[in-house]
């Protein structure tokens, strides 16, 4: 039997249908605790003691085949990636997707992708709807396990990311892998993801991979004990700079008035200079107070300071390479001829 609406003839059958699937959606229960508020596959559903009708319901998303979203659900990235790994059998989360995890410091592009990056030695690497496989063998130690996800291990990961990115953003990502704080005296202690020495003995032992060349030439660059990212880019600025002195990074200044040392970012001693690089995380007022007192120990000790910030940064090298160049010069620095 059909029925005509202004849309014109409707079959009774399958309006029928749609109102009883309307009827299951409206009708779905919460979803247990476990499921609420992450991806999670088809099977684990089912595990879980729901149907099939409930895992079709449109509370949830389905990203790729045998994975289910709630929808809304704020999740982390690793909680994205969980699925999929489970579901692509001996698939390691890596390139960028393995960088996020880890924490690395990425272009804005790559640190807002959507699509995950995934690696198996399969011929065309896993091959998921939102998936970008990549087809690679491993050695056991270059994936470790982070958060039960297996992952390129931070020295691979950073081999990796070659291919993708300038030579200064892979510079920003192994200084931030190499940054080691544990006898500063300030701050949580922080071991390195790897180690300098581990970084130049894995790379040296690598051969025809892509990014290789880059990721030699980025090596000697890197430092340790860089606290970010802007410090990184404020130093390779002033290193492109070639007629300045070299700055030391992480540097203790000391004076005979003060049990501890203060740790500057930069530092040419030769020329008592230093320049800190200022990010937001300065403009609190508990922060401001201990900034205070670090600028009043620089001048006791005879340090010429200068504090660089992101607008700084933004404006170029025009604009910070002369600030830097009248603060060495009250040192006794004169520039080339």
């Not at 045998?66 to 990235?77: E, F, K, S």
């Amino acid at each position: 039997m059909k029925f005509t609406t202004a849309a014109g003839p409707v079959d009774n059958a399958s309006t029928h249908a749609r109102i009883r699937n309307t009827c299951t959606v409206s009708k779905a229960g919460p979803l247990p605790e476990t499921l609420a508020l992450r991806s999670f596959t088809l099977r684990e559903g089912l595990a879980a003691g729901q149907t099939l009708s409930r895992l079709r319901a449109k509370d949830l998303r389905t990203p790729s085949r045998g994975i289910r979203v709630p929808v809304g659900a704020a999740q982390r990235l690793a909680e994205r990636v969980r699925p999929y790994v489970l579901l692509s059998g001996g698939a390691v989360a890596s390139d960028s997707t393995a960088a996020r995890l880890l924490g690395v410091p990425l272009p804005k592009d790559l640190e807002e992708e959507t699509r995950l990056h995934f690696s198996s030695s399969s011929k065309t690497g896993p091959r998921r709807k939102h998936v970008v496989g990549h087809s690679r063998c491993f050695d056991p130690d270059e994936v470790t396990l982070l958060d039960g996800i297996p992952v390129t291990s931070p020295a691979r990961t950073w081999l990796d990311l070659a291919p993708v990115l300038s030579l200064d953003d892979l510079i920003v990502a192994g200084d931030f892998l190499v940054c080691t704080r544990e006898d500063r005296g300030f701050g949580r202690p922080r071991p390195p993801l790897v180690s300098l020495a581990d970084l130049n003995l894995y790379i040296s032992r690598k051969h025809r991979i892509p990014g290789l060349a880059k990721a030699r030439s980025a090596l000697p660059q890197l430092r340790v004990g860089v606290d970010s990212p802007q410090e990184t880019r404020l130093r390779l600025m002033l290193q492109a700079a070639h007629h300045l002195p070299p700055f030391r990074v992480d540097y203790p200044v000391s004076s005979d008035d003060y049990e501890f040392p203060r740790w500057v970012d930069l530092a040419c001693p030769e020329f008592r200079t230093c320049v800190e690089y200022d990010g937001a995380h300065h403009l609190t007022p508990l922060r401001q107070v201990a900034d205070k007192g670090r600028d009043s120990f620089m001048i006791d000790c005879g340090w010429n300071q200068v504090k660089i910030y992101a607008r700084d940064l933004d404006l170029g090298a025009e604009w910070v390479v002369p600030q830097v160049e009248a603060a060495l010069r009250r040192g006794g620095w004169q520039p080339p001829p």
